[in-house]
């Protein structure tokens, strides 16, 4: 009987980015910040997952290779508005290694990516719009703050999770919150009284750090935002599927409604995404206080609007 002696010999493996691939990728990456930044990483991450299981370099792909991984996405499942976005996150990338000379030539350049699909969105009516701030306001202070920021502010959730103590504040007698928006902008909002006085229950006694915190005392996530989105509507007897940005498509609508007959601008400055019903608004109110006075006179109509 002969005995087989392990190899202690070590295998070289190749690497998975060449040099250039990984200055590319992180020169891109360097660009954005906070969830847009995670959304890229992950839409990359499949991107070179699937790239290395076809044996294909990123700089080695060609169109033909990434018009096969959107047909795979497609083939798995995937949404038409997610292969969409993961195919501009592509081209966003090789875009980069062409200005940065990196790369010859995009193999994204031409690759056919399908704006046009129709949105599913689920969407609530002045009526349980009303009746999720009803179920809101008999559970705990924390729950009843976040829906009302999110409904009648129609705030994104990281806006809302990301509101500090230290932002609060008063402004030509109202209540206001200091927030972020995308790209960094700060924006000073007012709040509805409702809204101040769920805040002011949610915060207690503390002086500084985040409004929204978890059992353990961490900075609320997105993630935690959506079971307590979810956990009020079952209470309000809401059976479909919602989210926090639910909430601020509803805020949209309402305040669409609310504005009817009036300057349609004021509701674009309260919320600024190119939804349908708002798509033509043109700014006709200059000035810095404009976005302060469209803000309390959305959230005045959208108020006696929902109760």
Known sequence: MTTTTPSTTLVPTAPVFTNTERLALAGYLAGYSGLT????????????SWC?????RLFGARRADIECFARDLEARGRARATVTRRLCTIAGFYRYA????????????????????E?????LDRNELGALLVAAGLGAPAEHALISLLALNGLRVSE???ADIEAMGIERGHRTLVVIRKGGKVVTIPLAPRTARAID??????????VFLTPDGRRLDRHGAARIVRRVARRAGITRAIGPHTLRHAFIICSALAARGTARSRVHRMVPHKYPTLRETRATEPGP????????????RLTHLTF
Do not use: K, M, N, W
Request: net charge negative; with cysteine; glycine share 6%.
């Open 52 to 56: 290395q299981q076809h044996h294909l």
């Open 37 to 48: 930044r995670h959304a890229y990483e992950l839409d990359l991450r499949q991107y070179a």
């Open 289 to 300: 206080r404009s976005f302060f006075f469209a803000a309390v006179f959305c959230l005045t």
């Open 160 to 162: 809302a999770t990301g």
């Open 119 to 123: 949105s599913h969105a689920t969407g």
């Open 98 to 117: 062409v200005e940065e000379e990196l790369l010859d030539h995009s193999p994204a350049a031409h690759v056919r990516r399908r704006l046009d699909y």
């Open 201 to 210: 229950l949610a915060i207690g006694e503390r002086c500084a750090g985040p």
